[in-house]
């Protein structure tokens, strides 16, 4: 007896919570925006620049923040529940973090493989994709290449069209504004892009130590030469041995600049800017690391001013 | 992209050492005419470019074809060629460029797999593991010295080696296992698929899993902040695996107020975990329902609340006069976790304070043979700090009575210290005191214990759920 009404009870609780959700539709948002989630700020200034004001748009991650390590908190799920369209950085960055909120959503649209999905990388320039045998040995590597693929305006470019063609694919009617958007922002960009190229040749060859290995694409851009990394292999802490044949490379080679990531501590880099007569220089790799940095265009002015910065000061 | 070039060089290379060694082969000193010679270097000449150009046109229709097997895009102009660089200045147009997309992707379906890139790096053998699904080992070491006279733990053991595989199972589902081989046996910790394209919200489990009971009762025993597992579950929820049993779950989340997250799960499971719940028939079935609140406090600080229940048979009658179905326990559970991650430094710097409340109600006999109903509350209080990029430091207060006599209760207190040499192995000490109900000799007695544990990863384990 105590079982039927075990079973009855729990038959009960299912029937009380479907009905609970068939009763509570979701949210509604204004003017039926396409809204979209993504993984990172910078994606998110590339979706607002071509979605303009037909797409709402937020990043899980802060511009300030590791993109390695993001809390997969449940404030999140919220918002990737009502998302129409996901845009993931790809190449296993968020491997520790987006996976549970993609499942947990429970948001058919944004699943792995749905149309929902967009993998921004499939539509960049990849580098450091590494060949023959790939163990942790190297640290935490990315086996499908490096993630920070976006701090290459080319590569901004060329997510833009991948963001524009799977929006216009997702709302056919405003495919036109899309690609009005698309457009302009090519222009803006390749302008920008002269611009920052130009400023920077005067620096063309010069050789820099980072942090982590963050600007791959950066450098090759901007004709800089990265020689040497704070960390001894990618997500392992600085060592004092590492440190110490750091230090050496960099007074043989001449080198002055250290580019730290705003996440990163900066006793290590300081300390050796201090052993070699060098300057620490905290760039920003991703839109919204300071408060000026609102958008993708900004990102760039404002590491590129403080790598000349950092470069004038070290002649 | 490379092994084309690759490819095309050696071909090339081919065609220029042909080129240079035929002419040797065939070569008769005797009739060496320039005029003769200069003929077939022309010829030779004209031969190689109409070679390049065969080969600039075999490699144009192998990157369309392989273009139109993605269903994707590729950057065509710049795969991962140092040479193909572009110029400063110089972006590519979306005229000039054939990175972007001349077909828009069919809509509805699935994003096709990513051939382009995965063809890069591994060659054949990596293809061939494609489909195959993550898999991860986990090693957990753990070592033991002092006295414990009440559940004395071996000196050293490999105490459980958990394999993880997961993976996509279709564009409605993902499934995940992970089997612990102990040293005397092996047991599937959890495998089940979980629905994620369900209608209403709903996120549908399916397997066997570690229940929604609370916090500790979910987590595997590598990604717990200490060695062992608390008095309270050791007494009250089935130690170790705890609630853990195969079922059906079921999860939404529920209407809140702004910047609120909530959750209720609703569970079925057969009835038999550790030494809880006991399936005498078929229809023992046991239920645990789990709400969860959730709320960020800020962008480095959020609150996390938890309220559980679970019911189900228990063993007490089974060889008595008594009907076993008579015996059940109800196990209350609530938990309160405050963390502290500071965005900026988050790899350096957080802080977590957890606290786990139980309750259980177990039927059962007492020595004089009556049917009773033994009320038993646990706890536990855990805090822990990460100081820095390599060290966390923790603590843990625990208090339970025991789920069979709620008038033993034990007490323990622990204090915690973890080294990570990288992400993916971790080097922990725990000095445990315990003051424990030791049955045998009918009194109280003081347990000293040091542990020490090292964790290692292999593979790609998944992460666990926040």
Redesign the interface.
Known sequence: MRNANLCSRFIALIAALTLLCATCPPPAHGENKLRIMTATTDLAALAQEIGGDKVEVESVARGYQDPHFVEAKPSFLLKLQHADLLIVVGLELEIGWLPPLITQSTNPKIQVGAPGYFDASRYARILEIPTGVVTRAEGDVHPLGNPHYWLDPENGLRIAKGIQNKISEMRPNDAAYFAQRYDNFEQRIKQADEKWLAEMKPYAGRKIVTYHRSWPNFAEHFHLDVVGYVEPRPGIPPSPQHTVELIGLMKRDGVKVIAVEPYFDLKTPNAVARDTGGKVVVLMPSVGGEKEITDYFKLFDYDIAKLKQAFDETK | MKRYSVLIALILFAFASYAQDKPAASQDPGKQEPRAEETRMKALEDQVRSLAEQVALLRGELSALRDAKSG????AD?L?LASS??E??T????TS?P???AT??P?????PP?Y???Q??GGATSNAKLLNPDISLIGDFIGTAGRNTVSPSRSLELHESEVGMQA?ID??A?ADAFISFGETGVNVEEGYV?F???P????LKVGKMRAEFGKVNTIHNHALPFIDRPLATDNLVGGEDGIDDAGIS?S????APK?W?V??T?Q?FRGDSSNVFTANRR???S?V?HL?I???LG?ST?I?LGASYS?GHNNAGIGTTFDP??F?TNLYAADATL?W?P??????HSFLFRNEFFWSARDQLSPANVFETQHAFGLYSDAEYRAN??WTIGGRFDRSGRATNASLTDTGFSGILTYWP???SQIRGQYRYGHLWDITNARFTNANEFLFQFLFVMG?H?????
């Not at chain 2, 972006?91 to 979306?94: E, G, I, K, S, V």
Request: glycine residues 6%; positive net charge.
């Open positions: 994707e895009p590729r950057p710049h991962l660089h572009l400063p200045g972006l590519p147009t979306a460029a990175a972007l997309p828009p992707e809509a509805l379906s699935p994003t990513q382009a890139q995965t890069t790096y996509i564009p409605y993902r979980t994620t394209a369900l209403a919200g709903l996120l079921l939404r989340f529920l209407p910047n997250f959750q209720g609703a079925v229809q023992d079935a239920v329902g969860r959730y709320r960020d962008e959020n996390d019911r179905e008579r059940l963390r991650k965005l900026r430094r988050a790899i350096y990029r390599r990288s992400e993916f790609a998944g992460a666990h759920p926040f």
